[in-house]
Structures are given as structure tokens and as C-alpha cells.
């Protein structure tokens, strides 16, 4: 499904985060969300998921107008993320973490399927987790899957992160310093569920300060500024337009 931002504002009484910042992306496409702090970029995804509203503008997926539509109606409509810090179950395991993303389809047969151990619920639980072991080996958690996520190291902790916003296949993928603390095996292996997911059509929306990590991975790149568009392009592009060098790359 393609993401469209259009004219995003969002002011906080006489401060201004964001000022009419418009994007667009498609299916299987990444787009990097780069910029200096402060400039807005946390702001657009919490706007983008439902977690804060616009003060003015328009969000849409597939062209449909979600701008009033609530966070969890986003998710299960495909639209999930990570966080800049991050946000886990501390006293869940690893696995149980990943779990959760799936629990909101249900079982099947509601309260009589569980007393009586429907064949049917047990049928999707054994589904579910399965696919959560197939995550988790893909990214690495194999090992740690019975730990209390809160024991984990921030590297391990944000791939927790992206298995929990990925084993449920999303729509739109938005990833918030996703490589901040992993080692490089972590990041390599991070790097290849974004090629994963871009292959599945998935819209991935990427806010990294590694520079070198958005522009190998990234079809296009908007540079956020004060809260303002300040550039959009090819990664080339990018790497020499002047107000981004002086403004961000040096």
C-alpha cells in the first residue's frame, strides 16, 4: 500500500515541529528520513502512526484518508514501526514479545474453543508460533527466545523490536534509528529483512543518522530541516545537493 503525507503541520502552542512536510511512498520502496535533531522526524512518526494528530494536514494509505483514524486501527491495518527508544515487554520472553503482534486476530470460537481446546485454535496458535520461530531465526533471536526481553543488550533489544513489527506482515514498515547500538553482524542482519520486505512490497519509511547506512539501502532520501522539507532525492542526489551538505552532511 502506498503511504502519502500531505502538507503536515504540527505546532505546540508557539513552537513549531513540523511545516507542511509532504511525502509519498510506495510499495516496495525505502525511503530514508534524514536530518540533524530536533528536526521534526520522531514527530512525523508519531503523526504517521496515530500516536499524535496533525494541526493540520492529511495522512493516507492506499489513498484512503486515516489522518482521525486511532493507533491500533493503523497497525492492523499494516502501518507498524519501532521506536528510537525502545519499547518492550521487560518481564515477556523474547518470544512472547513477538507473540503479541499477532494476538489481535484471535483464535477462533472465543471463550468455548478455549475450555474445550478447539482443534481449531490450537491449529492457529501452533501457526502463529510457528511463524514467530521463523522471525526469530531469520534475525538472530533463536538463542535468547526463552529470556526476559528486558535482560537483552539494546542490539538484541531493537531486533526484538523488528521481529515484533514484521511477523505479522505490514503494509508500511517505519523504522526509527533502527541501527543505533547493534553490532555489525546485527546490522547486516537487519539490512537484509529491509531487502526482505522491500522484495514483499512492503513501504518502508527509514530515519537513520548512520548517513552511509540510509544511502546503500535507500531508493530515496528526504532530508528533514526545522521541521521543513529541506531536499528530496536519489541518494546521489543527495550526497551533493549544497544546502544539504551544508546544512547536515559538511
Known amino acids: 500500500m502506498t503511504l502519502a503525507v500531505e502538507a503536515v503541520s ?8 513540523l511545516t507542511d512536510v509532504s511525502l509519498a511512498v510506495a510499495p516496495g520502496e525505502v525511503c530514508g528520513l534524514i536530518g540533524p ?8 512518526f508519531d503523526i504517521i502512526s496515530g500516536v499524535q494528530a496533525p494541526t493540520s494536514g492529511t495522512v ?17 491495518d499494516g502501518i507498524r514501526r519501532t521506536f528510537q527508544r525502545t519499547q518492550l515487554y521487560g518481564h515477556l ?4 514479545n513477538i507473540l503479541t503482534a499477532t494476538e489481535w486476530r484471535g483464535g477462533g470460537g472465543g471463550l468455548l474453543a478455549d475450555l474445550v481446546g478447539s482443534p481449531t485454535r490450537s491449529r492457529r496458535e ?7 520461530a521463523a522471525v ?18 539494546v542490539g538484541q533489544a531493537r531486533l526484538v523490536e523488528l521481529a515484533r513489527a514484521v511477523v505479522d506482515q505490514p503494509s508500511v514498515l517505519l523504522l526509527d534509528e533502527p541501527t543505533s547500538g547493534l553490532s555489525d553482524r546485527e546490522a547486516e542482519r537487519f539490512a537484509a529483512q529491509i531487502a526482505r520486505l522491500r522484495a514483499d512490497d512492503v513501504a518502508i519509511v527509514l530515519v537513520e543518522h548512520d548517513v552511509g547506512f ?24 543527495i550526497r551533493s545537493h549544497p544546502a ?7
Open 93 to 96: 520472553s523474547v518470544e512472547d
Open 214 to 237: 540510509v544511502m546503500d539501502r535507500c531508493d530515496r532520501v528526504v532530508v528533514l530541516d526545522l521541521g521543513e522539507v529541506l531536499a528530496e532525492g536519489t541518494p546521489e542526489e
Open 10 to 17: 504540527k505546532h505546540y502552542g508557539g513552537i513549531t515541529a
Open 244 to 250: 544539504v551538505r551544508a546544512a547536515y552532511l559538511g
Open 37 to 44: 535533531n530536533g528536526a521534526g522526524k520522531t514527530t512525523l
Open 60 to 76: 493516507r494509505l492506499a489513498g484512503r484518508d486515516i489522518t482521525s483514524a486511532p493507533p491500533e486501527r493503523r497497525a492492523r
Open 126 to 132: 501452533r501457526e502463529r508460533r510457528r511463524r514467530v
Open 136 to 153: 526469530m531465526e531469520a534475525v538472530g533471536l533463536i538463542e535468547v527466545r526463552a529470556l526476559p526481553a528486558g535482560a537483552l543488550p
